[in-house]
T-cell receptor, first 112, second 115 residues
Framework: NAGVTQTPKFRILKIGQSMTLQCAQDMNHNYMYWYRQDPGMGLKLIYYSVGAGITDKGEVPNGYNVSRSTTEDFPLRLELAAPSQTSVYFCASSWTENYEQYFGPGTRLTVT | GENVEQHPSTLSVQEGDSAVIKCTYSDSASNYFPWYKQELGKRPQLIIDIRSNVGEKKDQRIAVTLNKTAKHFSLHITETQPEDSAVYFC??????????????FGRGTSLIVHP
């Protein structure tokens, strides 16, 4: 099992550009999450999904969008990138709520 | 929504000492409390967790205690080793508006173990 995979590992965007961060898991987990991690701020939840076709906002959803058309994939879309979106983004999955989350390796995004 | 406070932000100990990291939470409906370890440049990984129907859990050198009345929980590491150096995050899982239980993370504690 590959676990949770994310692409790309690094990306530099110009202000106003758009991109999609890819996340996939092969553990047949129902729950998937997107977090951003800024220095000294912990992990902030952007969006989460409890199953294919079901998504909901987390603490910091502004400027992002998600979709969940399959159990395996949970892409995160950034529209009109801003410097405030410079961060490390982690995707995670869990079998169900209140269980261990498995994290992907992260994507380091810089917006200049 | 849930608010999780974590202290201290930095903890420096000598090898062999014990380390304690404390977290408080605000939502009394929170029922699952995991702890994650993140080494530099790596992804967070679960090291121990506790559910609201248990007061204490231990796994070798690591233990977690939960006080539901006071709404706080703590991570205890005994006989610390240099490889314990990392950032540790606590989380509390609470119900959201749609009914799902979703975690809120603390800001993290950077543990430094000096040889």
């Amino acid at each position: 099992n590959a676990g949770v995979t994310q692409t790309p590992k690094f990306r530099i965007l110009k202000i106003g550009q758009s991109m999609t961060l890819q996340c996939a898991q092969d553990m047949n987990h129902n729950y998937m999450y997107w977090y951003r991690q800024d220095p000294g701020m912990g992990l902030k939840l952007i969006y989460y999904s409890v199953g294919a076709g079901i998504t909901d906002k987390g603490e910091v959803p502004n400027g992002y969008n998600v979709s969940r058309s399959t159990t395996e994939d949970f892409p995160l879309r950034l529209e009109l990138a801003a410097p405030s979106q410079t961060s490390v983004y982690f995707c995670a999955s869990s079998w169900t709520e209140n269980y261990e989350q498995y994290f992907g390796p992260g994507t380091r995004l810089t917006v200049t | 929504g849930e608010n999780v406070e974590q202290h201290p932000s930095t903890l420096s100990v000598q090898e062999g000492d014990s380390a304690v990291i404390k977290c408080t939470y605000s939502d009394s409906a929170s029922n699952y409390f995991p702890w994650y370890k993140q080494e530099l440049g790596k992804r967070p990984q679960l090291i121990i967790d506790i559910r609201s129907n248990v007061g204490e859990k231990k796994d070798q050198r690591i233990a977690v205690t939960l006080n539901k009345t006071a709404k706080h929980f703590s991570l205890h590491i005994t006989e610390t080793q240099p490889e314990d150096s990392a950032v540790y995050f606590c989380a509390a899982t609470s119900p959201r508006s749609g009914g799902s239980y979703i975690p809120t993370f603390g800001r993290g504690t950077s543990l430094i173990v000096h040889p």
